[in-house]
């Protein structure tokens, strides 16, 4: 049996080999017995071909130990139960070496690897060069209606064209087609009245001593008074020497800032402005005032007759107060800031209709070169023929324009001070600072001077020359 099995083995040699063939030629015996091996029969090619599939398979995923094995996925070069390969292992000695080597390294990296200053956060890097000179803009053409270098007294250029005043009023015109702002709606007027005049600095050291709360008025040595020194010239153009005048008195200033500095801003320069005592920032607005051109003065409370449950406020004047105690309120009133030409009541009817009371504090604003305005609110005020007794410059206001509420009440008020004006020669006018109010009396006196009118500061119906100019040939003040 033997022999006819390997005869037909090595009969098989010379035919062509199969898969199965080769396999079986370079594998080592697919089972191993005690006693040698056991071949299988192969005297049918189809038993043969299954036996040797099933051998292969067997033998691919069963190693020589019997356990599952996958050759074809296993890595190569690593044969099954090969010995592991040794390890070495670090003596005692070799560990501090080791330590010692990692930490000089660790100290070499820190002391030379480049650190980030900004800590991590993220940052950029920017080169920055001059900037280039920029060719100057060609200079604009001058227009041929403004005379060369001419500019208003305060160093604005004149305007010469509609397109200049368009732009300047920061309001966008739209018009059909493409074409530009007429010519021929350019009036040329002569420059604003008074405009660029500046006061005198405030204080003046000539019109100035300590008071206990405060420096107060005084007549200089050399005989100046605040009331000459402080006060706004008289400049009017050469067709209004002549000309009606209007004198316009806003008071309540100081109380709110910003209805103040509106105040100060919209009102033309010839508008005098009082200002209360209490702000707090009054020194500073009435500063600022004056550095604008208006002039200002001081408004006293004084005692109305409804006192005190109408109280005008803090060191009010009263009637019935002690001589020493009515002075020093109106000092303490009159150190509130520099720079008033006169002085003016807030409230006080009842004070104002005390002659004993009256003559006293108007004595003292006389003695300090100041003059005094009645704002015309109470009838039965004696401040004008008190002030005439003392020889103090005062006037009264003739027209109360805001003694009605409402806007068309104002604006009769300011017609009325107008046709005064025109019949009389000149028109006062008074008025408290609500902003409705402002807008309408800045439109009005920025409007008299087309009319025909002067505008005039308070001061100059002191000066008999400046008043004749109403009636005469122009003077000089």
């Known amino acids: 049996m033997a022999q006819q099995c390997g005869a037909q083995i090595s009969g098989a040699s010379n035919a062509p080999r199969s898969y199965a063939d080769r396999i079986a030629k370079t594998r080592r015996p697919l089972h191993r017995e005690a006693g040698g091996e056991t071949l299988l029969d192969a005297a049918s090619p189809k038993t043969q071909n299954g036996a040797w599939r099933a051998a292969i398979r067997d033998r691919t995923l069963k190693g020589d130990d019997g356990e599952m094995t996958d050759e074809l996925n296993e890595p190569l070069g690593l044969a099954r139960g090969a010995p592991a390969s040794p390890r070495r292992r670090l003596g005692a000695a070799t560990l501090p070496l080791a330590v010692a080597l990692f930490a000089v390294t660790s100290y070499a990296a820190y002391m030379f690897v480049p650190r980030d200053p900004f800590g991590g956060e993220p940052h950029a890097i920017a080169r920055i060069e001059p900037a280039k000179a920029r060719d100057p803009a060609p200079a604009a053409p001058q ?52 405009g660029g005049i500046r006061l005198t600095p405030a204080p003046d050291r000539r019109l100035v001593e300590k008071g206990r709360y405060g420096p107060l008025p005084k007549i200089g ?13 008289l400049s009017l153009p050469p067709k209004l020497k002549a000309a009606p005048r209007v004198v316009i008195v806003i008071g309540g200033l100081g109380l709110n ?26 020194e500073q607005l009435s500063a600022s005032a004056r550095e604008r051109g208006h002039e200002t003065l001081l408004q006293l409370p004084m005692e109305p007759f409804d006192y005190p449950s109408n109280n005008p406020g803090p060191h009010t004047l009263l009637a019935s ?9 109106l000092y303490w009133l009159m150190s509130r800031f520099a720079g008033y030409a006169g002085v003016m009541n807030f409230l006080g009817a009842r004070f104002t209709a005390d002659e004993k009371a009256l003559t006293r ?18 009838p039965q005020s004696l401040i004008g023929p008190t002030a005439a007794h003392l020889a103090l410059p005062a006037v009264r206001a003739d027209i109360v324009l805001d003694e009605k509420e409402g806007a068309a009440s104002l604006d009769a008020a300011l017609a009325q001070l107008e046709l005064r004006a025109r019949d009389k020669g000149l028109a006062v006018g008074f008025a408290n600072a609500l902003p409705a109010t402002i807008t309408r009396v800045a439109r009005f006196a920025r409007d ?29 003040k």
């Open 321 to 329: 107060a002690p001589g020493e105690t009515q002075m020093d309120d």
């Open 361 to 378: 504090a108007l004595a003292e604003i006389s003695s300090r070169g100041l003059f005094v305005f009645d704002d015309g609110t109470s």
């Open 448 to 476: 008299l001077e087309r009319r025909g009118i002067a505008l005039a500061p308070l001061s100059a119906t002191f000066s008999r020359a400046a008043f004749s100019e109403t009636r005469t040939a122009p003077q000089s």
């Open 143 to 194: 227009p041929a209606s403004a005379a060369p270098g001419e500019h208003h007294a305060d160093g604005r250029d004149l305007v010469s064209n509609a397109t200049e005043i368009e732009q300047m009023s920061g309001v966008k015109v739209t018009r059909s087609g493409t074409a530009d702002a007429p010519g021929a709606m350019i009036i040329q007027l002569d420059r604003p009245a008074g």
């Open 257 to 282: 800032a910003s209805v103040s500095a509106n105040a100060i801003a919209e009102l033309p320069e010839a508008v005098t402005l009082a200002f209360a005592p209490y702000g707090a920032s009054v």
């Open 221 to 233: 040595e050399d005989g100046a008074r605040s009331m000459d020194i402080y006060s706004r010239p």
